[in-house]
C-alpha cells in the first residue's frame, strides 16, 4: 500500500443501508445506539430524521475526527462514546426509549487503506492490526506466541488449510528476525504452492490475525448478550456481518432462541429453551447486484435482525457453542 494515499479522497460505502432502514423505519423517534460508527453513514441516515437519537460507539480514536461535525449539527440528538460495543451495557448516560443497537461489523475502507494499522496484507514494515482498545498487536503474536498457538489461530479464525507449515516458518524466521508485514506474506506465499485467482494468498492468515488481535468473536458474542440486556421488549438487535464464524454466530443466537425446543427426553412437556426473539425473515438480507457493482467489499456481507420479545435471557448454550472460539482468543493472555 502506497503510504501517500490521501484517505479524505477515499470513500466508505455503507453497506446495505436501504435494507437497514427499511428494518428500523417503523421503529423511527426514538434512540438507536450504533454500535460501530465508523464513518458515521448510518447515523447520520438515521439523524436525518428529526425524531430520532444516536448513541454511537466506536474502538477507533480515529473515528474522533467526524464527532465535531456531528455534534455541531445534531446537537443533543448525538452522543459518542470510545468504547468497545462488548461494554454497550456501561454506557455513561441514561438510556431512554431505546429501539434498536446496529452492529456493522469488521473494518470501515478509511482503516483499511491507513498504513499505520498495517490491516492489509499490501502494508509495509511492523504488524500491527490494532483497531483501538486493544491488549495485543499482530507483531506481539506472531513473534512471540508458541507454534501450536499460531497454528490454533490461523485453522479457527483463519479456516487456513495450510496453517501448520505456516507457523512452523514463522517460529523458523523468527529466531533470526523480528517478523514484519512483508516477511509474513512472503512466508504464506511460500507455504501456499498453487496461487488462488480469486481470493489473495494471505487474506485468510491475516483475518484470522485481525480476528485475533482485536478480540472480534468475544466482542461479538458479548456485545449481541449485553445488547440483548439494555434493550426494552420490542427492541432490535440489527447485524451485517463479513464472514463465516460471525455469521454463525449470529445466526445461531438468534435462530436457536426464536424457537421453542424440546430437546429432554425424559421431561417431554420440558420447554429448555425460552424465546428470547422473534424472527421477521430466516433467511439473511444480501447486498442486490447494483450495490455488489458499486461497492465490491460488500459482496461479502449479510445483515441478520431479531425483535426482542422477552425479559431475560439464559446464554449459557449460546456460550457453550462457541467456547472454543474463546478459548483460541484467551490463548492471548500468555502475551
Ligand atoms: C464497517 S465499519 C462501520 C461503518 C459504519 N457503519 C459507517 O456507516 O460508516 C466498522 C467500525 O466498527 C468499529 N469496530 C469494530 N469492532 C468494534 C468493537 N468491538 N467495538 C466498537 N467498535 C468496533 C471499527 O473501528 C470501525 O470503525
Known amino acids: 500500500m502506497s503510504a501517500t494515499i490521501n484517505l479524505e479522497k477515499e470513500k466508505h460505502f455503507p453497506v446495505l443501508l436501504d435494507e437497514l432502514v427499511s428494518i428500523i423505519s417503523p421503529h423511527y423517534g426514538g434512540t438507536f445506539v450504533d454500535c460501530t460508527f465508523g464513518q458515521g453513514c448510518y447515523s447520520k441516515k438515521i439523524l436525518d430524521h428529526q425524531d430520532n437519537k444516536i448513541i454511537a460507539l466506536d474502538r477507533d480514536t480515529d473515528t474522533l475526527k467526524n464527532i465535531n461535525w456531528f455534534k455541531e449539527k445534531y446537537k443533543e440528538r448525538f452522543y459518542f462514546e470510545n468504547k468497545k460495543f462488548s461494554d454497550i451495557d456501561k454506557i455513561e448516560i441514561n438510556v431512554e426509549n431505546l429501539k434498536a443497537a446496529i452492529f456493522d461489523l469488521g473494518y470501515s475502507f478509511n482503516q483499511i487503506k491507513d498504513p499505520k494499522k498495517g490491516l492489509s496484507f499490501n502494508s509495509i514494515g511492523k504488524l500491527n492490526m490494532k483497531m483501538g482498545l486493544n491488549d495485543v498487536s499482530a507483531d506481539e503474536v506472531v513473534n512471540n506466541l508458541d507454534q501450536k498457538s499460531l497454528e490454533k489461530i490461523f485453522k479457527f479464525f483463519g479456516e487456513e488449510r495450510k496453517y501448520k507449515l505456516i507457523s512452523k516458518k514463522i517460529v523458523e524466521l523468527r529466531k533470526n528476525k523480528n517478523i514484519n ?68 454466530i449470529v445466526k445461531f443466537l438468534f435462530k436457536n432462541y426464536s424457537e421453542n425446543k424440546n430437546t429432554s427426553r425424559y421431561i417431554p412437556n420440558k420447554l429448555e429453551n425460552k424465546k428470547l426473539f422473534k424472527l421477521i425473515e430466516k433467511k439473511p438480507i444480501l447486498p442486490s447486484l447494483k450495490e455488489k457493482k458499486i461497492n465490491p467489499p460488500s459482496r461479502s456481507a449479510k445483515l441478520r435482525y431479531a425483535i426482542k420479545i422477552a425479559d431475560k435471557g439464559d446464554f449459557t448454550e449460546f456460550l457453550k457453542k462457541f467456547d472454543y472460539l474463546i478459548d483460541v482468543e484467551n490463548l492471548a493472555k500468555q502475551l
Open 181 to 248: 508485514t512483508e516477511d509474513l506474506v512472503k512466508i504464506i506465499n511460500s507455504a501456499k504452492k498453487y496461487k488462488n485467482y480469486k481470493i489473495h494468498n494471505a487474506t485468510k492468515v491475516f483475518q484470522a490475525l485481525r480476528i485475533f488481535v482485536n478480540q472480534e468473536i468475544s466482542e461479538l458474542i458479548y456485545g449481541l448478550i449485553n445488547s440483548f440486556k439494555i434493550l426494552p421488549i420490542g427492541g432490535v438487535i440489527i447485524v451485517v456481518t463479513f464472514h463465516s464464524i460471525e455469521d454463525r
